[in-house]
């Protein structure tokens, strides 16, 4: 709907074992982020954390939490067009889904390219937005009483594959040489010249 309403919301899924779900962007390239979206007018933030969950990965809600937490950043002047003339700035409501251990996902193609299940800290460090990373951080690993192996780890790292029982974590367009690479110099310059996040790419620096 037009003008995009300026509110959103953060939804990170991590597992009890310490993994994080990460899905990279089509637009721009190398960003990679939690589930995201920007609420519908007249709708609620749970309403859409659901939505979001589901359209983006094919996820249940069962076990959402609502954090009560918010954050507010300026939306980028790329994206000021999509907003009514009042919207400077875009507010974020967190949410976190717990999964017994990784599963297969079903990714919206037109929106994301890939996806990747990471440990947390490393999944924080993938992170294009500062408030991603920042729940991640601060949320997450809070709530982790274990982390995976030492070699499930590196297996995720270095593939971006691992088999749980007898499903296999694939990206939704082949590249099998395709491994997560860290955000440019290019990213990272955009950060600092917009105060820390790239915003009003919907929410966390997301085109919702």
């Known amino acids: 709907m037009f003008p995009k309403r300026p509110e959103s919301v953060l939804i990170v899924v991590y597992t009890q074992g310490g993994d994080v779900l990460l899905l990279r962007r089509r637009e721009p390239p190398d960003f990679w982020q939690s589930v995201t979206g920007s609420l519908e007018w007249g ?14 990965t094919g996820l249940g809600a069962d076990g959402l939490v609502d954090c009560h937490l918010q954050y507010r950043f300026p939306i980028h002047t790329a994206w000021r067009h999509r907003y009514g003339p009042d919207a400077h700035e875009n507010l974020e409501h967190v949410f976190l889904l717990r999964l017994p251990e990784p599963v297969p996902v079903c990714i919206e193609p037109r929106e994301h390219t890939e996806y990747r299940w990471l440990p947390a800290a490393q999944a924080a460090e993938w992170c294009f937005s500062w408030s991603n990373a920042r ?48 955000p440019s110099q290019r990213h990272l310059d955009a950060l600092a010249t917009n105060g820390g996040e790239i915003c009003g790419l919907g929410e966390g620096g997301r085109d919702a």
């Open 43 to 56: 709708e609620a933030p749970l309403q859409a954390a659901r939505r979001e969950l589901f359209e983006e």
């Open 135 to 182: 729940v991640i951080r601060e949320q997450v690993l809070a709530r982790i009483s274990h982390h995976p192996s030492t070699a499930a780890a590196d297996l995720l790292a270095v593939t971006g594959r691992a088999h749980f029982s007898r499903l296999d974590v694939v990206s939704a367009t082949p590249a099998p040489s395709s491994v997560p690479r860290a």
